[in-house]
């Protein structure tokens, strides 16, 4: 949920005295807990990628929030390692020092071991690997713990993902930041139902099109790819996107969702012809507006109020037939579809329409704009900012992170790094002393 580098709009609106200079409606905390994928997601169940969601109780929540990181006991660890620096600790490992401390019979698991049980067993469910989130955010910006990846085998890294993430505990701790509820709302951070969310992973899971699409007064304003790199395949697919867009929202989106204002994101696997709901964000400067600025989408002009369905004499042909290959069944269609237009045109001649018309016709048939990476914009090098850069540690802890197979190695290796800069801090004490 919250943006991964944050736009020029959305850091002075956020800022302290500038409170006013984006023209956001309030943002109420109601919008913000509709917008949390417990709420949304029972909804929309049909459309959205294969996930569970596991009730979360006080003391998992206390878990997370706790300093440190202290995993559970792995039943398939090999063997036994503990780093005091690092602040990771399996209680599965050094047995000695347990059974020599005053808290012999402490659970790391107490209190929450039907939580930890679900997660296991939906971990099987969905096929052995899951990417999880809470309720607005995924741990995108901690994969560096998990070998560059946010896919999940086992609880533990589960646990190491949602501890060390700073977009997860945004979720805990700052979800009605900036929020203007009246004071009689009895909503408060700690009536907030956290959820932890599973979803199925998916090997094919291909991230270029992966779409952000934007909505004001029910009405979709534009839309942008999320994979902020140039993918040339998709300005041929353009026109096709946007009406499977627009047509999902109208159908299953504009109606149905308690708020006029919000962002979701959707994915539209090959063959391009079906459109999952993968999120929905508050319509409010922590949401990303990725290609777009805020105070562009903000200042967009209405869209026309004619939706294609209101046009006359206008048929709708599915884009899902002429992705199924039935190509007689289209042809059928497209030849009624003509047939009827001749007969209305033999019937009243009067009716045919001029060039202006046809012209103000076309301004009808309007669609949002899909903004795509072009190859000559800095993007598409990556001279912008990298992504979650803030979030991000230097070279040497990504790199211990990544040259094991596990959390043990990387506890080694980031005890070997410690001790060289110790060592490499005395040689240079000692030769500033000896000058």
Same mark, same amino acid.
């Given at each position: 949920?919250p943006a ?19 023209p ?49 006991p ?10 005091d620096?690092?602040?990771?600790f ?10 020599d401390?005053?808290d ?18 939906t ?54 930041d ?27 899971w ?11 007064g ?8 999320? @994979? ?43 063959p ?23 105070m ?40 009624a ?8 045109d ?18 009808e048939?309007?669609l ?30 990504? @790199? ?16 070997d ?19």
């Amino acid at each position: 949920m919250p943006a991964a580098v944050q736009s020029d709009d959305a850091a002075s609106a956020s800022s302290p005295g500038t409170q006013g200079q984006l023209p956001f409606p309030p943002v109420t905390r109601e919008h913000i807990l509709h917008c949390s994928y417990h709420s949304w997601h029972p909804k929309y169940r049909t459309i959205t990628p294969k996930a569970r969601l596991i009730p979360l109780n006080q003391a998992f929540l206390d878990y997370l929030r706790a300093d440190g990181i202290i995993l559970p006991p792995d039943d398939d660890a090999q063997a036994q390692w503990s780093d005091d620096d690092s602040g990771i600790f399996s209680a599965s490992d050094n047995t000695d020092a347990l059974d020599d401390s005053d808290d012999e019979g402490e659970d790391v698991l107490a209190g929450w071991r039907n939580i930890h049980t679900a997660i296991t067993n939906t971990i099987a469910e969905l096929g052995g690997k899951v990417v999880p989130k809470l309720n607005w955010s995924a741990p995108k910006d901690a994969t560096w713990m998990n070998a560059n990846t946010i896919m999940c085998r086992t609880p533990n890294e589960i646990y190491l993902l949602l501890k060390s993430s700073d977009f997860v505990t945004h979720d805990l701790e700052h979800a009605f930041d900036d929020t203007a509820d009246s004071p009689s709302s009895t909503l408060t951070k700690g009536t907030i139902p956290y959820h932890l969310v599973l979803r199925k992973a998916v090997r094919q899971w291909n991230p270029s099109v992966e779409f952000r699409c934007f909505v004001r007064g029910r009405r979709l304003l534009c839309m942008c790819q999320r @994979d902020l790199n140039h993918f040339d395949f998709l300005f041929g697919l353009s026109g096709r996107l946007r009406s499977l867009i627009q047509e999902f929202f109208d159908v299953r989106l504009r109606d149905t969702f308690p708020d006029a204002n919000f962002a979701f994101d959707v994915y539209v696997p090959a063959p391009y012809d079906r459109v999952w709901l993968v999120d929905v964000n508050p319509w409010a400067p922590r949401t990303d507006p990725l290609l777009f600025s805020w105070m562009e989408i903000l200042n967009m002009p209405e869209p026309p109020k004619e939706s294609i369905d209101d046009l006359p004499d206008f048929v709708r042909l599915p884009m899902s037939m002429g992705a199924s290959g039935n190509g007689s069944q289209l042809l059928e269609q497209m030849r009624a579809a003509a047939a009827a237009q001749d007969e209305l045109d033999d019937n009243d001649s009067s009716g045919r329409l001029d060039d202006s018309d046809e012209s103000e016709a076309d301004e009808e048939l309007w669609l949002p704009e899909l903004r795509l990476i072009r190859a000559t914009d800095p993007e598409a090098y990556n001279f912008s900012t990298p992504q979650y850069s803030a979030h991000k540690l230097p070279r040497d802890v990504v @790199d211990a992170s990544q040259s094991g197979e596990g959390l043990r190695e990387f506890a080694r290796d980031w005890e070997d790094i410690l001790a060289k800069r110790r060592r490499d801090d005395e040689q240079l004490v000692e030769s500033s002393e000896d000058d």
